[in-house]
Structures are given as structure tokens and as C-alpha cells.
């Protein structure tokens, strides 16, 4: 076993991506309460130690290639872990990335869509029901989901891959608390919007809509 590449690297990045990242989840899931600024934690837990990995050091492929022998390149650009562990080549690094990449736009644009929606709704006062929430009932945890997700395809490492269900439960918990609270407020007519909109993802027809069809608004009394 020996070690290959070289220990460290350029933490500047890993500062500069941790706060921008950072200053995006904080500025479009805007935390009201305990729960809330709990989940973001452990997001905020999974973007350090994806940066620190991607940028900094990368513990991930010291451990693969330290203890297990693994050839796996020390660069970010060329250490995609997917394509380097099933000897995938080069071409399919790329693919890894984009579809990743993918994965993580298509995450941050339900996070960025459904804040919109929601701030417009809170200043009249109104539950929206159309535009994302016609598909899914929490457009911005689904958001969530496959941002992490896409980063995982992308740049897998230990502690992300072990952070990522524990993010997802509690999300998962979270939006059981709010439909309860929704549920006491409005009894029936949001029972009605539950059996008819999925939690999380659209239905298999309407993806399409959710991306590529104009939005909406609308409310429940």
C-alpha cells in the first residue's frame, strides 16, 4: 500500500464555496423555527464536508487509497470516485459530472421557484396550491433531496454519504409536523389537497410540467 498525490489543498476555494453555497440555503429556506434551523444544520454539515473534501483534503480517497490500495487520482478535476472505483474511464467521469451537476440545478431550482411562491403567498395571507404545489406538497425539500443527491453522484464521499439519510429523515419529519399543523387549521379541504398531491415527487406524467411549464399561484381558503 502506498500513498499517492499530495496531502492538502487549496482551502481558499473550500472557504469561498462553503459561504456561497451557504448564503443560498440560508437566503431561499429563510429557518423560522428550532426544527427548521436544525435541519439546515445538518445541511450546513454536508456542505463542509463536501467542500472540505472537494477542495481541501480529501479524506475519502486517502482512506480508498491508503488502506484499500484503490488508484484513484488526488486532483478534484480528475477524482471522480464512481468512475475511478468501477474503472470507468475518463468519458464516463464527465457523464458522472454532468449528470450530477444535473441532479443539483434541477434541486436548486424547485428550492429557488418555491421560495418565491411562498414569500408572494405569505404577504397575501394564503396557502399556495398551484405552480409546484399543484405537483408536490414540499417542492423545496424535494429541492433538497436532489441537490444532495446530484452532489453524491458527483463528489461522493464518507461523511456525506452517511450524512445524506439522516438529512432525509429528518425533512421527511419535518413536513409530517407542518401537514399536521396545516391539517388542525384546515381540516378536510387540506386532507382533500394531501390525497390529491403527492408528498414529495410529481407523479411520473408530471415532471415535465414541474420544469418545463409556467407556474401559477393560487391558494386554499
Same mark, same amino acid.
Given at each position: 500500500?502506498?500513498?499517492?498525490?499530495?496531502?492538502?489543498? %487549496?482551502?481558499?476555494? %473550500?472557504i469561498i464555496m462553503v459561504i456561497l453555497v451557504s448564503w443560498f440555503i440560508y437566503r431561499y429556506l429563510a429557518p423560522r423555527n428550532f426544527r427548521e434551523w436544525r435541519n439546515l444544520?445538518?445541511?450546513? /454539515? +454536508?456542505?463542509?464536508a463536501l467542500y472540505a473534501e472537494m477542495y481541501g483534503f480529501p479524506l %475519502?480517497?486517502?482512506?480508498?487509497?491508503?488502506? !484499500? &490500495?484503490? &488508484?484513484?487520482?488526488w486532483i478534484h478535476f480528475k477524482g471522480h470516485l464512481w468512475?475511478?472505483?468501477? @474503472?470507468?474511464? #475518463? *468519458?464516463? /467521469?464527465?457523464? *458522472?459530472?454532468?449528470? @450530477? !451537476? /444535473? +441532479?443539483?440545478? /434541477?434541486?436548486l431550482s424547485l428550492i429557488m421557484r418555491g421560495w418565491k411562491q411562498i414569500y408572494e403567498a405569505r404577504k397575501e395571507d394564503r396557502l399556495v396550491i398551484d @405552480?409546484?404545489?399543484?405537483?408536490?406538497?414540499? =417542492?423545496?425539500?424535494?429541492?433538497?433531496?436532489? %441537490?444532495?443527491?446530484?452532489?453524491?453522484?458527483?463528489? =461522493?464521499t464518507i461523511p456525506t454519504i452517511t450524512l445524506f439519510p439522516f438529512i432525509v429523515w429528518a425533512y421527511y419529519h419535518l413536513a409530517r409536523k407542518e401537514e399536521m399543523m396545516m391539517i388542525e387549521k384546515l381540516d378536510d379541504e387540506?386532507?382533500?389537497?394531501?390525497?390529491?398531491?403527492?408528498m414529495f415527487f410529481p407523479r411520473k406524467d408530471e415532471w415535465r410540467?414541474? +420544469? +418545463? *411549464?409556467? #407556474? #401559477?399561484?393560487? &391558494?386554499l381558503k
Open positions: 500500500m502506498h500513498l499517492k498525490g499530495q496531502l492538502g489543498g %487549496t482551502w481558499g476555494i %473550500t444544520g445538518l445541511v450546513q /454539515a +454536508f456542505i463542509v %475519502t480517497i486517502y482512506i480508498l487509497t491508503y488502506f !484499500f &490500495d484503490f &488508484d484513484i487520482p468512475s475511478s472505483l468501477l @474503472g470507468l474511464g #475518463e *468519458e464516463w /467521469a464527465m457523464i *458522472e459530472m454532468i449528470v @450530477g !451537476f /444535473a +441532479f443539483v440545478f /434541477a434541486g @405552480g409546484l404545489y399543484q405537483y408536490m406538497r414540499h =417542492p423545496q425539500y424535494t429541492g433538497i433531496y436532489l %441537490t444532495i443527491f446530484g452532489q453524491i453522484i458527483h463528489w =461522493p387540506y386532507r382533500k389537497y394531501m390525497e390529491k398531491v403527492p410540467k414541474v +420544469f +418545463f *411549464e409556467s #407556474e #401559477e399561484s393560487g &391558494d
